[in-house]
């Protein structure tokens, strides 16, 4: 994967880490709240969260000071 492309997956994900956080919003105001979609949206976003993590370790250059 190059580089270009892994800044491309690094947007996508954020993208849908951001939607995440919408749906998320929006399950715990309505009126019937469905706990189970919550804690799957919820673990969705860590692991999305995760995975901008490893992508961004890998583009950030190590700098030894």
Avoid: C, N, V, W
């Avoid at 189970?36 to 901008?52: E, F, N």
Wanted: glycine share 2%; net charge negative; charged share 35%.
């Amino acid at each position: 994967m190059t580089e270009e492309e892994m800044r491309k997956k690094l947007t996508g994900l954020k993208i849908e880490h951001r939607d995440m956080d919408a749906a998320i919003d929006a399950l715990t105001s309505a009126e019937s709240l469905d706990q189970l979609q919550i804690a799957r949206l919820k673990k969705r976003k860590l692991q999305l969260r995760d995975q901008m993590s490893m992508i961004e370790d890998y583009l950030t250059p190590d700098i030894i000071a």
